[in-house]
């Protein structure tokens, strides 16, 4: 039986629909609970979709996971798959491991350091936070007393997690594009006063600066998502006088957008990585190589339904629409019976 916890967040409703539809063992439980444990009682394996916008999620999820994993437990996502999600230094240090080709990256936990690295590197450069999506808490830093100024306050008053303007600005911007409600610029609005409460909640971003190389002449980034044997994608255009793609809410997916150097690229890293779920973000240097921004193992599923098809392990391509969180059940499903059968 696997254990799935109750949310109507994410991936869990399709992994309850998909067990439903085949007929496959499965329980509701509260992954909050004190008696959590006692919850999973018959179950061989547990799944959470866990957020890094949830401050319950960050506080306990992986530790949760990575406990019940130490005993023999099949969990989704695993310690492979989750320990560096939503953290891009750590990923930083993954990918030089593995000599990936990433965006060079730099990240310094010294302020002298960090100050003498500015004052010898070329600029622009892309600040960026270790944690958040759809592009929060990234800036393109243009000049050198920008870079200085950025590490000044990382060294002292520091970051908070939300960046309750930039988040405004998004809003208004998918607005004006018919891709927000008004409902979300108010909220927006909202939380210049009040932010989330993983924000109030957790501490500032303090003490360490990272940066990445800016990458420039890229009017989009290209997403690849691998799921145990299967790759898809989508591309997603940078906002108008920006230079960031994430979060901008404007794709395309059909199959020629895509350079298949990007998807063996993902299917490599995710098995060297040992990777459940591996979602990479890929733009392109001056010389047309593809280069890992970063990983993560969610994504906001909806935007995916569109994609027309998949790619397998030879780079071959199966044409037509499917749910691609069953197949997160699936490799579960595989997990389990190497594990008892």
């Known amino acids: 039986m696997i254990a799935i916890h109750k949310s109507t967040f994410g991936f869990h409703p399709r992994w309850i629909a998909y067990c439903e539809k085949r007929g496959i063992a499965y329980k509701l ?3 909050y609970a004190n008696d959590l444990i006692e919850q999973l009682k018959n179950c061989k394996a547990l799944m959470w979709h ?3 916008g949830n401050h319950r999620d960050n506080l306990i999820a992986r530790q949760i996971l990575f406990a019940l994993e130490h005993t023999g437990f099949q969990v989704f996502p695993d310690f492979r798959t989750a320990w560096h999600f939503d953290d891009k230094v750590a990923q930083k240090y993954l990918f030089e491991a593995i000599d990936a080709p990433l965006v060079p990256s730099y990240a310094y936990f010294s302020k002298k350091e960090a100050l003498d690295w500015a004052n010898q590197a070329t600029f622009p450069k892309v600040f960026k936070l270790r944690n958040g999506a759809g592009s929060q808490n990234v800036r393109l830093i243009h000049t050198r007393a920008q870079a200085i100024q950025i590490i000044k306050k990382a060294f002292s008053s ?3 997690k939300y960046d309750s303007w930039g988040s405004l600005r998004d809003r ?7 891709k927000a409600s008004i409902v979300e610029v108010l909220k927006g609005m909202a939380r210049l006063i009040y932010a989330p409460a993983y924000a109030r909640m957790g501490s500032r971003e303090v003490g ?3 940066f990445q190389d800016f990458v420039p002449q890229n009017d989009s980034d290209i997403r690849i998502i691998v799921i145990g044997g299967k790759a898809f994608g ?3 255009f940078v906002r108008e006088g920006d230079f960031r793609a994430s979060g901008s809410g404007s794709f395309a997916y059909s199959r020629d957008l895509f350079d298949i150097r990007c998807v063996q690229i993902a299917f490599d890293t995710v098995r060297r990585l040992k990777l459940q779920v591996g979602v990479f973000d890929f733009v392109f240097d001056s010389e047309n190589n593809p280069l890992i921004v970063e990983v993560s193992y969610g994504y906001a ?3 995916y339904d569109h994609c027309p098809g998949y790619w397998d392990t030879q780079l071959d391509w ?3 629409k499917t749910v691609k969180e069953e197949w997160m059940v699936e490799l579960m499903l595989t997990c389990l019976e190497v594990e008892f059968h």
């Open 208 to 210: 360490y600066v990272y």
């Open 158 to 160: 520091g970051f908070p």
């Open 29 to 31: 439980v509260n992954c």
């Open 172 to 178: 208004l911007y998918k607005f004006r594009r018919g």
């Open 234 to 236: 989508l591309k997603r």
């Open 50 to 52: 866990f957020n890094h």
């Open 318 to 320: 199966h044409e037509g």
């Open 301 to 303: 599923h909806a935007a």
